[in-house]
């Protein structure tokens, strides 16, 4: 993702709008665990650090909260969202029901193009868990999910996947257990296997074992955020509210 230069304005780009950029870069700080869960997000200096004017904040603040990333409380402000444990557990078992289907149809509708696409992304996860990136192995994660949907050539299913995944990436930010509670490779690489083999039900089992892993690993209690500095999250210079 291309970025501005970490102590200046957002300029845009041909591409994405400086909103745009800044939900990336927001979304990046959830699933690093530099922005926490529960955390307030003070409008004026996001924009200082940032560069940007306070419109632009709005305007990023309303996708994040579409993505139910965010909560926008009247009076208050907006916060990183604080899932419950009811939530989480709907979460995973929306997820859990969804994905049984993607794993049923991909078993039967495996090429040898599909299985090479899957291990290219399975290298990938590996070197990154391999090099101790930490972010890079909880967003590869994610991908090898949204991966196996786009497989199916559903792009409804995609799209829900990924505002799912998203909100499984917040839980987990907000109920980690002391050991990572990404999804582990070797799991997927166990995923691949019943796959390949083309059966229906041994797949779909298998996901299911999987999800069910990853939301048995998570821990139900954590401390409250303190006060946040968020030029420090972002590696930015604050900077005079933009017009």
Same mark, same amino acid.
């Not at 926008?72 to 929306?94: K, M």
């Given at each position: 993702?291309?970025?501005?230069?970490?102590s200046g304005?957002? &300029?845009?780009?041909?591409?994405?709008?400086?909103?745009?950029?800044?939900?990336?870069?927001?979304?990046?700080?959830?699933?690093?665990?530099?922005?926490?869960?529960?955390? &307030?997000?003070?409008?004026?200096?996001?924009?200082?650090?940032?560069?940007?004017?306070?419109?632009?904040?709005?305007?990023?603040?309303?996708?994040?909260?579409?993505?139910?990333?965010?909560?926008?409380?009247?009076?208050?402000?907006?916060?990183? $969202?604080?899932?419950?444990?009811?939530?989480?557990?709907?979460?995973?078992?929306?997820?859990?029901?969804?994905?049984?289907?993607?794993?049923?149809?991909?078993?039967?509708?495996?090429?040898?193009e599909r299985?090479?696409?899957?291990?290219? %992304?399975?290298?990938?996860? %590996? $070197?990154?868990? %391999?090099?101790?990136?930490?972010?890079?192995?909880?967003?590869?994660?994610?991908?090898?999910?949204?991966?196996?949907?786009?497989?199916?050539?559903?792009?409804?299913?995609?799209?829900?996947?990924e505002r799912?995944?998203?909100?499984?990436?917040?839980?987990?930010?907000?109920?980690?257990?002391?050991?990572?509670?990404?999804?582990?490779?070797?799991?997927?690489?166990?995923?691949?296997?019943?796959?390949?083999?083309?059966?229906?039900?041994?797949?779909?089992?298998?996901?299911?074992?999987?999800?069910?892993?990853?939301?048995?690993?998570?821990?139900?209690?954590?401390?409250?955020?303190? &006060?946040?500095?968020?030029?420090?999250?972002?590696?930015?210079?604050?900077?005079?509210?933009?017009?």
């Amino acid at each position: 993702m291309a970025k501005a230069e970490d102590s200046g304005a957002y &300029k845009g780009s041909g591409k994405l709008r400086p909103e745009e950029m800044i939900y990336q870069e927001m979304l990046d700080a959830i699933l690093d665990r530099r922005l926490e869960p529960g955390m &307030k997000l003070v409008e004026e200096d996001l924009a200082k650090t940032f560069g940007v004017s306070r419109a632009r904040i709005r305007a990023t603040f309303l996708q994040l909260a579409h993505d139910k990333l965010i909560n926008l409380v009247p009076n208050r402000g907006a916060f990183i $969202a604080e899932p419950t444990i009811n939530e989480a557990i709907e979460v995973f078992s929306a997820r859990r029901m969804i994905e049984d289907g993607v794993a049923r149809k991909v078993a039967t509708s495996m090429t040898p193009e599909r299985a090479d696409q899957i291990r290219n %992304h399975l290298a990938r996860e %590996h $070197a990154a868990h %391999h090099d101790g990136d930490h972010r890079a192995a909880i967003i590869l994660s994610g991908e090898f999910h949204l991966l196996l949907a786009r497989l199916t050539g559903n792009l409804v299913i995609e799209e829900f996947l990924e505002r799912l995944i998203l909100r499984s990436s917040l839980i987990i930010a907000m109920y980690e257990s002391p050991q990572p509670v990404d999804c582990s490779h070797s799991e997927h690489d166990r995923l691949l296997d019943a796959l390949l083999g083309g059966d229906p039900d041994v797949a779909a089992a298998e996901m299911s074992r999987h999800l069910d892993a990853i939301r048995d690993r998570l821990q139900l209690q954590r401390p409250k955020p303190g &006060k946040t500095d968020f030029a420090s999250i972002f590696g930015r210079t604050p900077r005079s509210e933009a017009s």
